[in-house]
């Protein structure tokens, strides 16, 4: 690579950094302005995952439909329309206060919900975008570069998360959700006037049939169910962690620099992926990780203090780090062939799984052990807290959760000021948090079986190997 190609390659690179950080810093501020959400219209749980899950279900759709016509429509016009989207997902999101007043709860909750949606598409759009550009780029290290790719992430979860705690509680939602609006800025500057290349595939003449075809193999496949359940456990968590722990530490506040610091753990270490890699493989990396996710998510759910909670919560950052970036390493080295098709599928189908499953599932599960938690141990405290509406997931029994804005007001309240009923109330829904995050923990732990599965079959094939379209040495194979 020449120097021009390779002040463009990194300028490309950064840029896309910039963008997955907006992604970062949307998701960061928004779980840090769920609890407004909920007492300013009443949400329960379940409708605040349901917006969360919105945020994300069109991440993942954009993602699959944007990778099937990159090549094809070009990355440099897929990145205008990831621009125009984020502009527009600030609009519709901003008009959600007036529009509660003047029609209700229900055209509040449409107005977030789709501006989440507009959002998630223009995070998808740039996504399926960057991802093969930067396994493009950089063919001999895509692990690594595509870990250093998505430090974006926790970057803007860092931003995001200190915003929130500065002005939580101080500065109107409205102003802090708008702050993602910096970073898209600045890549749309960053990607004026760059060449883009197309993807590894279509730079090696591969047909689009043949793209296709490599979604015939078993293992690709069992990759995507993997992948299904990191994004259901990292990012479907995620939309959560801060608001659980603020709960268990008792500060909003607390729960929100918890979660800065395990992002500021994510952020360091995926610049430091590549040597890991280098030791233990792709796929032993990805085994550890989900060891530690298992665990911390376990040790969180049954923290009683401070220390516990942040030692449950570090093991838990480490787990979570590699994950999604070397997943999609994993699958670009053994099937390049795909080009952006694979990375993108892979990609997709966590966002889908994030959106449709892990928000709305960990909201619901809060709901439930939270609710039957409080109608066991105090039933008339129960009929004064329970939504006046219903919930459900999937094939899940209906249930009432508590409403938003009365369990928002026992959570702003000391514990010697609340009432005995409140305390009861209180008690609920910290169990509700706790046992979501417990139950939850089941993921992880079937994820590090199949990845040891994996590791399993690929010791028997001679051990792991990146593949190449083109043979550059002994240590290489050739994709046929």
Not at 74 to 93: E, N, P, Q, R
Not at 268 to 283: D, E, K, N, Q, Y
Not at 420 to 448: F, I, N
């Amino acid at each position: 690579m020449d120097n021009g190609n390779d002040n463009n390659a990194k300028r490309l690179l950064w840029a896309g950094f910039m963008a997955i950080l907006a992604a970062g810093v949307g998701f960061s501020i928004r779980g840090g302005i769920l609890g407004d959400w909920g007492r300013e219209f009443g949400f329960t749980q379940s409708e605040l995952g349901g917006i969360t899950g919105g945020g994300l279900t069109g991440f993942g759709l954009i993602i699959l439909i944007g990778a099937l016509f990159a090549d094809k429509l070009g990355y440099g016009k897929l990145m205008i329309f990831a621009f125009i989207c984020h502009f527009a997902s600030a609009v519709l999101t901003l008009a959600a206060a007036p529009i509660f007043k003047a029609s209700g709860k229900d055209a509040a909750y449409q107005c977030l919900y789709w501006g989440m949606f507009l959002f998630a598409i223009g995070n998808g759009t740039a996504e399926a975008v960057v991802n093969p550009l930067v396994a493009t780029l950089f063919p001999k290290q895509k692990t690594h570069y595509l870990n250093i790719l998505h430090a974006g992430w926790p970057g803007g979860l860092i931003l995001g998360g200190l915003a929130s705690f500065f002005m939580v509680g101080k500065v109107k939602w409205e102003i802090q959700m708008s702050l993602f609006l910096i970073p898209v800025v600045l890549y749309g500057i960053m990607c004026y006037g760059r060449h883009f290349p197309k993807s590894e595939a279509s730079t090696h003449g591969v047909s689009y049939g043949s793209m296709l075809a490599v979604f015939a193999s078993p293992i690709l496949l069992f990759l995507l169910v993997i992948h299904a359940l990191v994004g259901y456990v990292e990012l479907g968590t995620d939309s959560w962690i801060s608001n659980i722990t603020g709960n268990i530490l008792a500060s909003p506040q607390n729960g929100l620099l918890l979660f800065v610091y395990t992002s500021a753990l994510m952020f360091t270490l995926r610049f430091f992926a590549g040597p890991i890699v280098h030791r233990i493989s792709p796929l032993g990396l990805l085994f550890v990780s989900a060891l530690f996710g298992a665990t911390g998510l376990t040790m969180l759910g049954s923290a009683s203090t401070g220390v516990l909670v942040v030692v449950a919560a570090t093991i838990y950052g480490i787990g979570k780090t590699f994950l999604w970036p070397t997943m999609l390493g994993v699958v670009s080295e053994q099937f390049p062939k795909g080009g952006a098709i694979t990375i993108g599928a892979i990609g997709g189908i966590g966002m889908l799984s994030a959106g449709m499953l892990g928000g709305p599932g960990i909201g619901y599960k809060q709901d439930y052990f939270a609710s039957t938690e409080l109608k066991q141990k105090a039933p008339a405290v129960y009929e004064q807290y329970k939504s006046p509406s219903e919930n459900s997931f999937l094939f899940f029994p209906k249930i009432q959760g508590l409403d938003g804005s009365k369990v928002g007001e026992v959570r702003g309240k000391s514990e010697a000021a609340r009432s005995e009923g409140e305390k009861q109330v209180h008690d609920a829904d910290l169990y509700g948090g706790r046992t979501a995050l417990k139950v939850t923990a089941a993921v992880p732990a079937v994820m590090a079986i199949a990845y040891l599965i994996l590791i399993l079959v690929y010791k028997a094939k001679g051990g792991y190997k990146a593949v190449h379209l083109e043979s550059t040495g002994p240590g290489s194979r050739k994709q046929a």
